[in-house]
């Protein structure tokens, strides 16, 4: 079975998060770039599958400039196969699912797994976008996968609860936490990440989709002011003003 | 040129963030001067359809004849009703469902999407949307290139817009024989009120000590009305549910109310907060850094304030 693992690059989570040159840039100044989190999920997931059908391959995809190429080597050292980088700006959700869908059009693959959303720009939309060029189901965000045979029994989360399928490979999934346990992740060892030097990383030019967005600017959130500390011994008065001030209640 | 909103439903009702993007519909077709409709798909009675009369809807499309949807069978409808009204702005309520949807039905009109949006747009041609970005750390203001738009409304951010009209619905049919996604079952995180949506949202942390001390919380939840939610740590060492994990990497909520006991407080979990509407912290720790970010405090031991919390507030609703 060939499996296929998308990665993007984002700010770590502990990252403050600030604008430059007039609020229309992220400032990356010292920002740690990571894989993100929800396609982690989706990683280990699929070394799951690749190790109980035997002869399975897992590729990992990023569309991304050189300078992403560490996050790359990092999830080949988690235990990727290969990989495959296509060389140009992730701009749009969009044009980042045309750029994988052309490349899956030379290179089938029969489970593709995303993550839900990146949680730097939260589109979600991705896995579906991917599904739609592709013409084959996609479940996100996804929390549970089996693999049998060609068939896959997939979990997809819904409004208040979760939902269980089932659908014929190929397949595309969008992970988050639940697909596999926090405490399952795969980490690199010392063995990972000498061998992650000699894996094959391909780099591919883009297909040439145009972008259909463009960020004009950012904005911060507005800060609380200051908080209104009440005497843990008059509860009643939160109350009220929950009630009378925050009027929420 | 006009606006089309996707009305989701469930068990028979329409969503609460359904209306909301209703009300984002009808207003943005009012600003730009165009026709707004509604289409909703599926099982689900004229007289429940009638509600978006009461935020300023004045034409729905209902589709029938589909008893299991999927989002695959709903982008395909959808496609063919764009073209039949002529939509350029197609809206959806921003649950997994319609960016789902949202999502499949942008590549096949060839238009723009932008999810998490939180206001009307602050430009036409081209048109300029607002979105949540950085999971609740920041936003981004994105300008569209394509003719044609979708807009998935950020959750409790635009709200539900009162302004009683007549409503017209007009009954089509359509059948679809697309089995590539089957449906097995669905199953319900809990029997009290979901998350996602809830409009109060009662959560707490490592400061419970324990999964067994969680009586106190669902008490308060049950007194409030209101949701019940948790922190990372608590999610990971299993002590709460996954659903329950608000954060960065677990899901971003905007209640009215967001009431935070014994959590600190740390960068990841007040992203998935930081656009409630109201912050109330509950914790033993003066310098938990959560205050900061809070409305309202109280410093103390939970396992004290709480329960003597709760009765106020059961006295207060009497």
């Given at each position: 079975m060939k499996i296929l693992v998308c990665i993007s690059s984002v700010p770590d989570t502990t990252t403050k998060i600030t604008f430059t040159n007039n609020n229309t840039e992220f400032n990356s100044n010292g920002v740690q770039f990571v894989i993100n989190p929800n396609d982690e999920f989706g990683l280990t997931k699929a070394l799951h599958i690749k190790e109980r059908n035997a002869g399975s391959t897992v590729t990992v995809i990023h569309v991304g400039p050189a300078s992403n190429d560490p996050i790359i080597r990092k999830s080949l050292a988690i235990g990727a196969d290969d990989a495959v980088r296509i060389d140009t700006m992730a701009n749009d959700?969009?044009?980042?699912?045309?750029?994988?869908?052309?490349?899956?059009?030379d290179n089938p693959f029969d489970l593709i797994i995303t993550g839900k959303e990146s949680i730097d720009y939260n589109g979600a939309v991705v896995p579906h976008a991917l599904g739609e060029l592709l013409g084959i189901p996609s479940v996100s965000p996804c929390i549970g996968l089996e693999i049998s045979g060609n068939e896959a029994t997939i979990t997809g989360v819904i409004d208040g609860g979760s939902e269980d399928l089932s659908a014929i490979l190929p397949v595309i999934?969008?992970?988050?936490?639940?697909?596999?346990?926090?405490?399952?992740?795969?980490?690199?060892?010392?063995?990972?990440?000498?061998?992650?030097?000699?894996?094959?990383?391909?780099?591919?030019?883009?297909?040439?989709?145009?972008?259909?967005?463009?960020?004009?600017?950012?904005?911060t959130p507005t800060p609380k002011s200051a908080c209104k500390l009440i005497d843990a011994n008059n509860v009643e008065e939160l109350v009220a003003l929950l009630q009378n001030e925050a009027k929420v209640i | 040129m006009s606006v089309l909103i996707h009305i989701e439903h469930i068990n028979g009702n329409i969503k609460k963030n359904a209306l909301e993007a209703v009300s984002y519909g009808v207003a943005y077709a009012e600003k730009t001067g165009v026709p707004a409709k509604g289409i909703i798909i599926g099982n689900i009675a004229d007289e429940e359809i009638n509600k978006v009369g009461s935020v300023g809807l004045e034409k729905v499309v209902k589709v029938d004849g589909l008893d299991y949807l999927n989002h695959q069978k709903v982008s395909t409808i959808l496609s063919d009703v764009v073209k039949n009204e002529n939509a350029s702005s197609i809206i959806f309520c921003g649950s997994s469902e319609g960016k789902a949807s949202g999502s499949r039905l942008a590549i096949k009109i060839n238009s723009g999407i932008v999810t998490e949006v939180i206001e009307l747009p602050s430009s036409n041609n081209p048109i300029t949307l607002k979105k949540k970005a950085f999971s609740g750390k920041g936003f981004a203001n994105i300008e569209l290139t394509n003719e044609k738009n979708v807009i998935v409304v950020s959750t409790n951010s635009f709200g539900v817009h009162e302004k009683q009209v007549d409503c017209s619905i007009e009954t089509i049919s359509a059948s679809s024989d697309d089995d590539s996604l089957k449906h097995k079952s669905f199953n319900r995180d809990t029997e009290g009120i979901s998350l996602p949506d809830a409009e109060l949202v009662v959560s707490a942390g490592r400061g419970l000590k324990g999964s067994e001390n969680w009586g106190i919380i669902e008490e308060l939840a049950n007194a409030l009305g209101?949701?019940?939610?948790?922190?990372?740590?608590?999610?990971?060492?299993?002590?709460?549910?996954?659903?329950?994990?608000?954060g960065q990497t677990g899901i971003a909520i905007s209640p009215n109310l967001y009431l935070a006991i014994g959590i600190s407080g740390a960068i990841q979990h007040l992203a998935g907060v930081s656009s409630s509407k109201t912050?109330?912290?509950?914790?033993?720790?003066?310098?938990?850094?959560?205050?900061?970010?809070?409305?309202?405090?109280?410093?103390?031991?939970?396992?004290?304030?709480?329960?003597?919390?709760?009765?106020?507030?059961?006295?207060?609703?009497?």
């Open positions: 959700p969009i044009q980042v699912a045309n750029e994988i869908a052309h490349y899956i059009k999934v969008g992970g988050q936490k639940g697909l596999v346990e926090e405490s399952e992740l795969r980490i690199p060892n010392m063995r990972g990440i000498m061998q992650a030097r000699s894996k094959p990383l391909k780099v591919i030019a883009s297909c040439g989709f145009s972008d259909c967005q463009k960020i004009v600017s950012y904005d | 209101a949701a019940t939610a948790c922190s990372k740590p608590v999610s990971d060492i299993g002590w709460r549910p996954h659903h329950e994990h608000v912050i109330v912290v509950i914790n033993i720790d003066s310098e938990a850094p959560f205050f900061k970010a809070a409305d309202y405090g109280i410093v103390g031991d939970a396992f004290d304030v709480i329960p003597r919390l709760t009765a106020a507030i059961k006295s207060a609703k009497r």
